[in-house]
């Protein structure tokens, strides 16, 4: 069974990049035809989807937020990356990881347990 699993600073300031990690296990991020996701979650506000990358890795991103935002993977340790640049306390969230066979993840789909960020001013 795939499990996911978000790791990155708790804390970060404004006009930083953050940085997570999603690290997967039983299962490969190559296989086909799977999407790596990023969602986030701000307190009181739904789920926002942030963008993806694919098993050949290719890269999907919200237009709201691309300007920002970088996907990546590492093969070899099985990870893949997101980076948010600029972040302001707006970005202040749950950070989720999740895989799922379209671009965005559903309730159905494997989701990482989430990490909260908070970016102070």
């Known amino acids: 069974q795939v499990q996911l699993q978000e790791s990155g600073p708790g804390l970060v300031k404004s006009s930083q990049t953050l940085s997570l990690t999603c690290t997967v296990s039983g299962g490969s991020i190559t296989t086909n035809y799977y999407y790596w996701i990023w969602m986030r979650e701000p307190l009181g506000k739904g789920l926002e989807w942030m963008g993806a990358?694919?098993?050949?890795?290719?890269?999907y991103y919200n237009p709201s937020l691309k300007s920002r935002t970088a996907i990546s993977r590492d093969t070899s340790k099985n990870q893949f990356t997101l980076q948010l640049s600029s972040v302001t306390p707006e970005d202040t969230a749950i950070y989720y990881c999740?895989?799922?066979?379209?671009?965005?993840?559903?309730?159905?789909?494997?989701w990482g347990p989430g990490t909260q960020v908070t970016v102070s001013s």
């Open positions: 999740a895989r799922a066979q379209t671009k965005i993840a559903g309730a159905d789909d494997y």
């Open positions: 990358i694919d098993y050949s890795g290719d890269t």
